[in-house]
C-alpha cells in the first residue's frame, strides 16, 4: 500500500534540465526499488532509472551521463535530474515502486509530461 505522486514535468529546449520528484507516502526507506519510467506514443513503457536500498542504481543507456536518480529518506521523496535533454527524451514519466515481496509490476504515480522542443 503506497501512494505515488510526481512533479516536475513541463516543456523545455533542447538542452535544457528538469528535476522530476516523487513524494511517496510511506517511508521511502522501506521501499526496495524505486524506479522512473518513461513512455512515448508509438513506443512501450522503458525503464529510465532505478535506485535500491542496497544502493544498487541503474540507467537506460540513452541517459547515462545525462540523468541521475537519488533518494531523499527524510522527505520520502525521489528524484530525476534530467540534464541536457534531447527530443527522445520525450514521454509521460511514472514513477514505480516495489517493495521486497511485490509482484507483478508494483506500484505507479499518474505521470507527468516531459516535452523537449527542437
Known amino acids: 500500500q503506497v501512494q505515488l505522486v510526481e512533479s516536475g514535468g513541463g516543456v523545455v529546449q533542447v538542452g535544457g534540465s528538469l528535476r522530476l520528484s516523487c513524494v511517496t507516502s510511506?517511508?521511502?526507506?522501506?521501499?526496495?526499488?524505486m524506479a522512473w519510467f518513461r513512455q512515448a506514443p508509438g513506443k512501450g513503457r522503458e525503464l529510465v532509472a532505478v535506485?535500491?536500498?542496497?544502493?544498487?542504481?541503474k540507467y537506460v543507456e540513452s541517459v547515462e551521463g545525462r540523468f541521475a536518480i537519488w533518494r531523499d529518506d527524510a522527505k520520502n521523496t525521489v528524484y530525476l535530474q534530467m540534464n541536457s535533454l534531447k527530443p527522445e527524451d520525450t514521454g509521460v514519466y511514472y514513477c514505480?515502486?516495489?517493495?521486497?515481496?511485490?509482484?507483478?509490476?508494483?506500484?505507479w504515480g499518474q505521470g507527468t509530461q516531459v516535452t523537449v522542443s527542437s
Open positions: 514505480n515502486a516495489k517493495f521486497a515481496l511485490t509482484r507483478g509490476d508494483g506500484y
Open positions: 510511506t517511508s521511502i526507506d522501506s521501499i526496495r526499488s
Open positions: 535506485t535500491q536500498t542496497s544502493g544498487f542504481t
